[in-house]
């Protein structure tokens, strides 16, 4: 069983892969740049059984990378513009698998890049391992199977969490900094921040409203469906009336460098409160529409949004410290199919009588 090295460890979702980690009995480093976080974090796991984690605190993780050549990295330090090329790019030449947590749209798509490298190196890197991209993507590719390319696909998430970190605010900041895309004719297109609002239907028959944000999972369902139109929407970002024309104005003044990292600074002193309340679930929209009208749709189930990411992240980063993956650079679903989110407790619905999906 190989070495997993946990970077961003004493953060929520860090903490909580390995609590995942450890319970499977693996041999976990927990890596971070402040010494006392690192013990109070390896306490907690240790508190869990088994052997206590080993700790490494370094300003210089990627130096760390080179010289110990772990079996896998996992990444959990957002937001993923800043980390997740520059660690990849450690780990491919250290010859370590990488995982991390990103649904930016630039980092996931940058990562899928370097896939030649990762296959010559014999790495295996698979972005955004969690919710976002797995569950919509575990959508897309079982609503494909089997079939031609779609011509038009549009998914939705809707997570959520009991508590959120700093680090997603400034992740959903560097999102909103890059601006409107969806793909349309299979080309990546600029599209006004917040546009696309639509009602996402859920099963019980309500409806939950979502815009459209550059998410990884934009690039996720392209791949799994070949689809020319692709939009990825979202409920994580404010859909009233007033926000969605103010959302191109807010994207346009995070787009200079300057302010953008301001706004990250102040965001690492916020207090953020829960924002779930009891028994609400997370949920993934998808439909798909082929040549000649045919449409369909599917749901997928999972509970808290962190909960759900922590089991993905922690099974990906198992199999790949098992051996258990082929080189090259994928989202979770390409790399493992839509069983992985049922293996991490999602329920997946399909309908294929759907009339009108737009
Ligand atoms: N794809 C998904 O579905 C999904 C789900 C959950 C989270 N996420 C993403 O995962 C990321 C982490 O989320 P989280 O809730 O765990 O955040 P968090 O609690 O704020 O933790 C962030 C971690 O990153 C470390 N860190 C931050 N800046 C650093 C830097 N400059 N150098 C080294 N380490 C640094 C922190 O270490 P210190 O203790 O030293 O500050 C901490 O360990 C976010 O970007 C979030 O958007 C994605």
Redo the contacts with the bound molecule.
Sequence with gaps: MGEIWMI???????RNISAELQADRHRIVLV???GQ?LAEAAAAIAALGGPPPRTLVTDDPLAQIATGRPDVVVN?????GATTVPTAHACVAAGSHYVD???EFQPVQSLLGLDPAARTAGSTLVT?A???TLATEALVSELCAGRPSPIRVRVAAMPVVDG?????L??VVDAAATGGLVYRDGRLTRSRLGAHLQHTPLPDGTMRATVAVPTGELEAALNASGAGDVIATSSEVPTGRIARVALPIVGAVLRVEAVRRTVIRLIDRWQLTPPATPGEVSWAYASTEWEGGETRQAWLQAGE??AF?SRVAAMVATRLADGDARPGAFTPGALFGADLARSAGATITLDSNAKDLR
Excluded: I, Q
């Design positions: 961003g460890a004493t953060g929520r979702a860090g971070g740049r402040n976080r959990t330090v957002g937001p993923f947590l990103a649904n955004g969690g919710f976002g959120l970190g700093p680090a997603v400034a992740s949004g962190y990411t």
